[in-house]
């Protein structure tokens, strides 16, 4: 929504979610946006300066959904990845839900 409205905006996930998060962006913004969207690989605790240029920051936003689940929620890292990324001024917003996971296998 927000490169649609004009902003440039990185998306970023696991490697192994690479293929999808680019279908994804294909299937929602085609080549309309290509130049506003950025894909790349990030895991939490790398250095930044391992992203490709424009990929680095700092961000105005740091808008992120869902994006801590399962037993092994690495805030620390997410913190250290945040505070590399943001510069003076930068808004950072999580949603981040509270979920009751179980310990038994269904």
Not at 20 to 27: A, F, I, T, Y
Not at 31 to 53: C, F, M, N, Y
Not at 62 to 72: E, P
């Amino acid at each position: 929504a927000l490169a649609k409205k004009g902003a440039r905006v990185v998306l970023t996930d696991k490697a192994e979610s690479m293929v999808l998060l680019k279908r994804n962006v294909e299937e929602n913004f085609g080549k309309e946006h290509h130049d506003q969207v950025k894909v790349a690989v990030l895991k939490w605790g790398t250095p930044i300066s391992r992203l490709p240029a424009g990929c680095q920051g700092p961000f105005d936003f740091v808008v992120g959904s869902d994006i801590v689940y399962g037993y092994k929620r690495n805030y620390r890292a997410l913190l250290r990845t945040l505070r590399e990324v943001e510069g003076q001024g930068t808004e950072i917003f999580l949603a981040i839900p509270d979920r009751k996971e179980s310990k038994q296998i269904a």
